[in-house]
């Protein structure tokens, strides 16, 4: 398969808080702090460009605050984003939690991320592109759902694989899983991790969330944390691969989207399935090692 990755979805602010002990509440718990630029889509769009495609391209909503800086930092990642200024609302910020076991709990402000609107999309978007990525946070908002449903609609008008992160098992339980299936029922790819899996099915093992979701739509990956991942299709799990392993967790942020943008830029170069889900457990191996969601930049 040939073609730019066009990812649609967010950028956002994040400010990791990597805590060695449990928060003790009404009074002080010591932190390592960071701010750091994130966001599923901008993440995922990062490490497909580092994974070696090539024409990388991101819509996304930022707020004026921050434009610049976001911009620039997706620049240097390879990534060219094509970014929608908000004069009203700042970028998005999320506050990640990152326990000594590197697990990490989020506190979220969507800010501009959820006023992407049908404004911000043209189906020139798609010229020249050989897969899109949605980041499924846009469906859970009106306005920004709409933006998302134009893309999905117009990549398959022209046959353009599509893929979705289903993004939180919070705000799927929210929005509804019904609802959430409609949405991204006929897409070719779903991406949840295993909570995600287990909310979209009720069934506690990945392994047959996966196979019932397969029925649904084309291809289904689940990604396991440390146990690795899986691919199913047609209600069967065809692939399972372990982990890579890793001497020291620091931060899970952003893991999964790590995962998500090596394979992708794997699938795009013609990569097998299990071929692909082996790039993408690499990659979140690679991520698990420093803090935050993106991969180093050039130089760093």
Known sequence: MTGALLVVGEVVTDIVARHGAGLVHGTDTPARIRTLAGGAGANAACWAALSGCRDVRLVARVGADSAGWHRDLLHRAGVRALLAVDDAAPTGTVVALVDSAAERTFLTDSGAVLRLSPGDWSPSLLDGVGRLHLSGYLLFA????????????????????????????????????????????????????????????????PADAAAKLSLLVRQVVVTLGGGGALLATAGTVRHRVPAEPVAAAVDSTGAGDAFTGAFLAARLAGADDAAAVAAGCRAGARAVTAVGGRPPLPGE
């Open 142 to 205: 009106e306005t920004s759902r709409a933006t998302a449903l134009l893309a999905l609609r117009e990549a398959g008008r022209r046959n353009i694989p599509v893929s979705v992160d289903p993004a939180s098992a919070g705000f799927l339980s929210e929005l509804g899983v019904g609802r959430f299936l409609d949405l991204v029922e006929g897409t070719d790819l779903l991406l949840p991790n295993a909570d995600e899996a287990r909310v979209l099915t009720g069934l506690p093992d």
